[in-house]
């Protein structure tokens, strides 16, 4: 079992930036984030395969936000830039230990353990 806790969240005017932070208890080979508005589905943000440092993000957040990872503190971040009134929502991370294949890496049920989330809003 893996535990994970995020931290970082908060408010910010569109335009602005966030870092999210993630630390997991043990070792992944897979680490994603995850957001949910209000009222939608939960979708991918970005992922990353922790072994390879393969990545891959959704269309909306390309050239805006980045993912990376400290593989000695188990950790990975979620850089956000240029945030907009649409980026709002409950940021999750995610992680597994298998190796997700490329193509299913921002599916939220292809990940078996889940942090408890942390608030993201972006204001207009």
């Known amino acids: 079992q893996v535990q994970l806790v995020e931290s970082g969240g908060g408010s910010v005017q569109a335009g602005g930036s966030l870092r999210l932070s993630c630390v997991a208890s043990?070792?992944?080979?897979?680490m994603g984030w995850f957001r949910q508005a209000p009222g939608k589905e939960r979708e991918g943000v970005a992922a990353i395969h922790t072994r390879t440092n393969t990545i891959r993000y959704a269309d909306s957040v390309t050239g805006r936000f980045t993912i990376s990872l400290d593989n000695a503190k188990n950790t990975v971040y979620l850089q956000m830039n240029s945030l907009k009134p649409e980026d709002t929502g409950m940021y999750s991370c995610?992680?597994?230990?298998?190796?997700?294949?490329?193509?299913?890496?921002?599916?939220?049920?292809?990940?078996?353990?889940w942090g408890q989330g942390t608030q993201v809003t972006v204001s207009s």
């Open positions: 995610a992680a597994d230990a298998a190796i997700i294949a490329h193509e299913i890496l921002l599916r939220p049920g292809r990940y078996d353990y």
């Open positions: 043990g070792r992944t080979n897979t």
